[in-house]
Nanobody, 123 residues
Framework: QVRLVESGGGLVQAGGSLRLSCAAS????????MAWFRQAPGKEREFVAA????????YYADSAKGRFTISRDNAKNTVYLQMNSLKPEDTAVYYC????????????????WGQGTQVTVSS
């Protein structure tokens, strides 16, 4: 397993941008597909985006398409989520997740999770 630590959250006005980072421990980062999920208060955890082991394949939730970009740097053991044109409804705790399987699914059945980083978008 890998240990995941998210960073980059904060308070931003609607229309603004944030870049989240997720640093992974261990030397096998490239063996893991990575994903971002989010959870707003009182709501279930929601899939945002996923990326394959080498970064050649990505998959997005409809809510993220055209605004968010997931990427990874295997040399730095880090996955990113660039979020543009943020909306108040994007407010949530954002989690990164890792799994040895890459799939185009929104199910939160990933092996490893970070502790989350808060993103708040003001109107």
């Amino acid at each position: 397993q890998v240990r995941l630590v998210e960073s980059g959250g904060g308070l931003v006005q609607a229309g603004g941008s944030l870049r989240l980072s997720c640093a992974a421990s261990g030397r096998t980062f490239s063996s893991y597909a990575m994903a971002w999920f989010r959870q707003a208060p009182g709501k279930e955890r929601e899939f945002v985006a996923a990326i394959s082991w080498g970064g050649g394949n990505t998959y997005y939730a409809d809510s993220a398409k055209g605004r968010f970009t997931i990427s990874r740097d295997n040399a730095k053991n880090t996955v990113y989520l660039q979020m543009n044109s943020l909306k108040p409804e994007d407010t949530a705790v954002y989690y990164c997740a890792a799994d040895t399987r890459y799939r185009t699914s929104s199910r939160p059945d990933y092996d490893c999770w970070g502790q989350g980083t808060q993103v708040t978008v003001s109107s």
